[in-house]
């Protein structure tokens, strides 16, 4: 597995830092939350200069070494590890970037306690010997495929959620929709909330939480459109909600469309394009998956 493990980050002390606080660098150099320097303050090798246990009130000399443990200090391993298609496009110690395969559910829940992607990454974990919980950034549903980062420990976790719903981290989408939008580039402004009779449907609502979609068609045939989507929120169902909502479902969509399994076996939405800044490196980062095969015969 790629990564250092556990996963400590380091730093050695310049003449500028020289004199400060322990907490000081943690928190403004090495960019750690609060919860994460209590994590490790409460560590036994949580937090070392000189490969010394240390404490954040202690402060720095030049050509010292400040390290932290960021990975999971007790994790809990609570999630069953099972063995199953597991594609992995990128790993280091920070972040693991999976292409989901459709039909897979994210996370354990009613029906699938053992047969989700979290339960197949616990498995790599075990596998690589490395004891670590699988911390989410971001979800996809289950009939979508595509590109997912999942971070591989508390701190990489806290530092890409910060990056959500910002120009530092873009999801673009590509989808089949039945019909036509007009115009065929465009913005939806409109308010999801829950519907009254169900647990899992959306509906566009006045009294809603703000969704707002940015689409852009890039293809039509058969009375279809393959359209290119970006959030700037992320409602649940929000693309699905929001292109039934300008009259052009997605093909496929049980939920705010028509099923026809014959066509497709799921509604025709895949992850294409993940940008992102490293949580650790702050490098800019992006992968891109193709059309699926099945996606791709609708038009």
């Not at 928190?27 to 209590?38: C, D, M, N, P, T």
């Not at 039909?103 to 010997?129: E, K, M």
């Not at 890409?160 to 089949?176: D, E, M």
């Not at 940015?214 to 293809?219: E, I, V």
């Amino acid at each position: 597995m790629a990564g250092q493990f556990p996963r400590r980050l380091e730093l050695t002390v310049t003449a500028a830092q020289a004199g400060e606080k322990i907490d000081t660098l943690l928190r403004q150099v090495l960019r750690l939350s609060g919860s994460a320097v209590r994590r490790a303050k409460w560590t036994e090798d949580g937090i070392l200069l000189d490969g010394t246990r240390a404490i954040t009130g202690q402060r720095v000399s030049a050509g010292q070494t400040l390290s932290v443990l960021v990975s999971d200090p007790h994790p809990r391993l609570d999630m069953v590890p099972t063995p199953g298609p597991l594609d992995i496009v990128y790993e280091d110690g920070d972040i693991l970037v999976i292409n989901k395969a459709p039909g897979l559910s994210v996370h354990p829940g009613p029906g699938h306690y053992a047969d989700t992607l979290c339960n197949f990454i616990a498995f790599h974990y075990r596998q690589a010997g490395v004891a670590a919980d699988v911390h989410l950034v971001h979800r996809l549903d289950r009939g979508t495929s595509g590109l997912m980062v999942v971070a591989r420990h508390p701190h990489a976790q806290e530092r890409l959620k910060l990056q959500l719903h910002t120009p530092a981290f873009r999801r673009i989408y590509l989808a089949v929709c039945d019909g036509v939008p007009n115009p065929a580039a465009g913005v939806i402004d409109a308010p999801i909330g829950r519907s009254p009779d169900s647990l899992v449907e959306r509906r566009v609502d006045p009294a809603g939480q703000r969704a707002v979609t940015a689409y852009r068609t890039l293809k039509t045939a058969n009375g279809r459109a393959l359209v290119e989507l970006e959030l700037d929120t992320g409602r649940t169902h929000q693309i699905r909600v929001h292109m039934a909502h300008i009259g052009c479902p997605l093909t496929g969509d049980f939920l705010y469309g028509t099923e026809d399994k014959a066509l497709i076996s799921r509604p025709a939405l895949h992850s294409a394009r993940l940008t992102l800044r490293h949580p650790v490196t702050e490098a800019p980062m992006a992968w891109d998956s193709p059309l699926p095969p099945d996606m791709a015969a609708l038009i």
